[in-house]
T-cell receptor, first 114, second 112 residues
Framework: AQKVTQAQTEISVVEKEDVTLDCVYETRDTTYYLFWYKQPPSGELVFLIR??????QNEISGRYSWNFQKSTSSFNFTITASQVVDSAVYFC???????????FGTGTSLTVIP | EAQVTQNPRYLITVTGKKLTVTCSQNMNHEYMSWYRQDPGLGLRQIYYSMNVEVTDKGDVPEGYKVSRKEKRNFPLILESPSPNQTSLYFC???????????FGPGTRLTVT
């Protein structure tokens, strides 16, 4: 069975601080995809990144960076110099390479205080 | 504009009154899914479809039906809604196996 755990339910940081959102996943499959989505207060779900299990390179996109480590089954997301607009719920998700089911974590609610 | 649309966006109904939430995408995507989002539980997949007339159950299919008669549409049907189906529902679509999915704006359903 597949499972995604986001142990941090809520995080608050002061603007300009760095923050890391943790994601730990469980699967016995060796080929899978990992995703991060953002859900701002307006409610829509915004795709941020997809990573496949073959590619353990870290990725940076502006203030966002992702650290994928198969050895610890983690796919953590760091926001550098956080801004108020980063306030949202962030979801990590897993899908097996050959499957169609997505497995979402329970989300981390991030509040950036001005 | 490429998008996934859902209707209605908000719905309050009573127990047992059949309802349909529509989902439509204009991106010619093969795959479509329905999710429900509940506090503390994240998003859970209800049903998904790999193409026209091909559907399968997700994690929480009880009490729901779907159909995929056209590639662009994937309606979610609640034949006899119950209060435990009060939730925020999202439709999503994606092009193929290795692609990310795009979500609709959500439908907030309340069953009294």
């Amino acid at each position: 069975a597949q499972k995604v755990t986001q142990a941090q339910t809520e995080i608050s940081v002061v603007e300009k601080e760095d923050v890391t959102l943790d994601c730990v996943y469980e699967t016995r499959d060796t080929t899978y995809y990992l995703f991060w989505y953002k859900q701002p207060p307006s409610g829509e779900l915004v795709f941020l990144i997809r990573r496949n299990s073959f590619d353990e390179q870290n990725e940076i996109s502006g203030r966002y960076s992702w650290n994928f480590q198969k050895s610890t089954s983690s796919f953590n997301f760091t926001i550098t110099a956080s801004q108020v607009v980063d306030s949202a719920v962030y979801f990590c998700a897993l899908r097996l390479y050959t499957g169609n089911q997505f497995y979402f974590g329970t989300g981390t609610s991030l509040t950036v205080i001005p | 504009e490429a998008q996934v649309t859902q209707n209605p966006r908000y719905l309050i109904t009573v127990t047992g009154k059949k309802l349909t939430v529509t989902c439509s995408q204009n991106m010619n995507h093969e795959y479509m899914s329905w999710y429900r989002q509940d506090p503390g539980l994240g998003l859970r997949q209800i049903y998904y479809s790999m193409n026209v007339e091909v559907t399968d159950k997700g994690d929480v299919p009880e009490g729901y039906k779907v159909s995929r008669k056209e590639k662009r549409n994937f309606p979610l049907i609640l034949e006899s809604p119950s209060p435990n189906q009060t939730s925020l529902y999202f439709c999503a679509s994606r092009m193929g196996q290795s692609y990310e999915q795009y979500f609709g704006p959500g439908t907030r359903l309340t069953v009294t």
